[in-house]
């Protein structure tokens, strides 16, 4: 059993397309993460929100309490925005973290 | 670059050894995150320290230790390695919000990879 759940998997676009990728979890939580995995492996956090909607250049974030669900969008999409995006969550009991297995974005110029 | 190190990068090593991964984080952040990441299982959090002291154990086998030193810099130690332990190990670290785990931004290490043949 998931604890979060990320939708697509994968994902390919065309250069300046606007991209959504999900996530949807089942615990409560006190805060969500963006993550961001290069294809290097290295990893980026991008966002940490735990209400409301977070902007920083491109990448636009919201998230839902009472759904449970968070939105990762990306506008005007590049082929540097090629990656793995990963959600994780900070359960509000037991001091636990959870991710998704992430959803692996392709930009095609 | 994060300010995150982590020693070795990578590291090949034979069933049954026993492994010992660096990590020291950015200056001035007293939390320390460990993960786990393979190719079947994703990432997976193993266990958090802040200031020197255990916070929150995730996924974290018994044959798997860790500690984290007054310097601040942490070590995640692996026994009895199988091949399925094989995988990359990102440190993360964070300023430390009360000590709570995932309750301020992270900022990763460039990982380990171990490959157990």
């Known amino acids: 059993k998931n604890e979060v759940e990320q939708s697509p998997q994968n994902l390919t676009a065309q250069e300046g397309e606007f991209i959504t990728i999900n996530c949807s979890y089942s615990?409560?939580?006190?805060?969500l993460h963006w993550l961001q995995q290069h294809p290097g492996g290295g990893i980026v956090s991008l966002f940490m929100?735990?209400?409301g909607k977070k902007k920083h250049g491109r990448l636009i974030a919201t998230i839902n309490i009472q759904e449970k669900h968070s939105s990762l969008h990306i506008t005007a999409s590049h082929p540097r925005d090629s990656a793995v995006y990963i959600c994780?969550?900070?359960?509000?009991?037991?001091?636990?973290?959870?991710f998704g297995t992430g959803t692996s974005l392709t930009v095609i110029p | 670059d994060s300010g995150v190190t982590q020693t070795p990068k990578h590291l090949i090593t034979a069933t049954g050894q026993r492994v010992t991964l660096r990590c020291s984080p950015r200056?001035?952040?007293?939390?320390v995150y460990w993960y786990q990441q393979s190719l079947d299982q994703g990432l997976q959090f193993l266990i958090q320290?802040?200031?020197?002291?255990?916070?929150a154990k995730g996924n974290i086998l018994e044959r798997f230790s860790a500690q984290q030193f007054p310097d601040l810099h942490s070590e995640l130690n692996l026994s009895s390695l199988e091949l399925g332990d094989s995988a990359l190990y990102f440190c993360?670290?964070?300023?430390?919000?009360?000590?709570?785990?995932?309750?301020?931004?992270?900022?990763f290490g460039p990982g380990t990879r171990l490959t157990v043949l």
């Open positions: 993360a670290s964070s300023r430390g919000v009360a000590g709570a785990v995932g309750a301020d931004t992270q900022y």
């Open positions: 615990v409560g939580i006190s805060a």
């Open positions: 929100l735990s209400s």
């Open positions: 994780a969550v900070r359960s509000n009991t037991g001091n636990q973290f959870y």
């Open positions: 200056s001035g952040d007293l939390s």
């Open positions: 320290y802040y200031n020197g002291e255990e916070r």
